[in-house]
């Protein structure tokens, strides 16, 4: 197989690759099987944290992290996992070796994920594509991921209790969903977010618009509480006089290790100036950093992306870029993997768990649809199908 030259992000569409533009792609890039660099010895060398945006390893930020020896944890509990659990849109962060930009590869270490909201649904708005659960406004985007079995927005209802992968908009005090999965089991309800309306009195305090009393929370094992704090909660299942009653509270601030390169995407969830906010609860000095378009564009809720290093928990950046088209650049999907299930009527095969139509690609690199057979190692780039239930393929590699 031939070796291609990546970066941290997909190179731009050769004119031949024009026409993906319909898909949402801009890009396209090799598969390559490039070594990834390898960890230090004395600790992580990068952190990233953002959606998983690719599987075969997992792809967050446009790095392709190889997980076949990261150790990878439950940020709700801090068990340990299985790298099979990772899974597309889920939020994530990485704790990796150094991170080679010429491959946009690196070696993961340690990889955790979490969700933000598990509860029932107690509204839908299909005209505005939101829920509601847990008193908190959802909105799900044409990039969200469902899990396999749930077809998309039409198959939620009233009721259904959800795990929701989320990013938080401080602009308009949603939830913007990343990835849904019923978690129909569920014995506790679960909710990240910023403390408001801190009542010491009546031991209780506001996450959005529900009421959480905390009364039945040891003071030894609660976290020094103040309005603004992010916190993680877990809550009986049922209301007692219009409370959402907490059975823990701990702090929701993300763990961040020092290291020489920190990369971050996500919403600003607080702002005080371009050269002071925060991006998924985790602070940014920006003060020496370039902003681009320019600082104007940086405000609570613009979709961004950063890259510097981090220190005492903080994230000092070089560079920022606020992302415009927050739904394009997420709908890009990159799966690693063998086929199986291939269908040459239909023109579908199953990628890591996922159907892949092949009936409109754009691009295949070293073979053709005739060389696809079950077994076979590939690389696909697509999109999502309207209902997401598929990924139509752009760009088809054959890597083995």
């Not at 990068?46 to 390893?57: C, E, M, Q």
């Not at 005090?173 to 999965?181: C, D, F, H, L, P």
């Not at 919403?267 to 925060?278: D, I």
Request: hydrophobic content about 45%.
């Amino acid at each position: 197989m031939h070796a291609t030259t990546r970066t941290s992000r997909w190179s731009p569409w050769r004119p031949v690759c024009a026409a993906t533009l319909a898909f949402g792609l801009v890009a396209c890039g090799g598969g390559g099987a490039d070594t990834p660099a390898a960890p230090g010895t004395a600790g992580p060398q990068s952190f990233a944290t953002g959606p998983i945006t690719g599987l075969g390893s997992v792809i967050v930020n446009g790095v392709r992290f190889d997980d076949s020896s990261a150790r990878v944890e439950n940020d709700d509990d801090g068990s340990v996992r299985t790298a099979r659990e990772l899974k597309l849109g889920m939020m994530v962060e990485v704790q990796a070796g150094a991170i080679d930009d010429s491959t946009a590869r690196a070696l993961a270490g340690v990889i955790r994920f979490g969700s933000e909201l598990v509860g029932a649904v107690t509204a839908l708005d299909p005209a505005s594509s939101t829920l509601r659960m847990l008193d908190q406004t959802v909105e799900v985007k044409t990039t969200t991921v469902f899990e396999e079995g749930l077809a998309g927005f039409g198959a939620l209802a009233v009721g259904q209790v959800l795990e929701i992968h989320a990013q938080f908009d401080g602009a308009s005090g949603r939830y913007v969903a990343t990835r849904i999965e019923r978690e129909d089991n569920a014995s506790v309800f679960r909710l990240r977010g910023r403390i408001a309306g801190l009542d010491a009195a009546a031991q209780t305090f506001r996450i959005g618009d529900a009421v959480i009393n905390h009364a039945g929370v040891a003071a030894a094992d609660l976290p020094a509480l103040t309005d603004g704090q992010r916190v993680r909660v877990r809550l009986q299942p049922a209301k007692v006089n219009n409370q959402w009653v907490a059975t823990s509270v701990r702090s929701g601030v993300r763990r961040v290790d020092d290291v020489g390169d920190a990369r971050l995407r996500g919403l600003v969830t607080a702002f005080t100036s371009a050269q002071q906010f925060e991006v998924q609860g985790i602070a940014v000095d920006a003060s020496s950093a370039s902003i681009e378009p320019n600082a104007a564009a940086l405000v609570l809720g613009a979709l961004v992306e950063v890259r510097g290093t981090a220190s005492a928990g903080k994230i000092i950046a070089n560079r920022v870029s606020v992302r415009n088209e927050r739904d394009d650049d997420l709908r890009r999907v990159e799966l690693h993997g063998s086929a199986s299930a291939l269908d040459t009527v239909t023109k579908t095969f199953m990628l890591r768990e996922i159907k892949v139509d092949y009936s409109q690609v754009l691009e295949w690199k070293d073979g053709a649809a005739a060389g696809l057979a079950n077994g076979k190692q590939l690389e696909v780039k697509g999109v999502w199908s309207a209902d997401r239930r598929t990924l139509i393929a752009a760009v088809i590699e054959f890597e083995g």
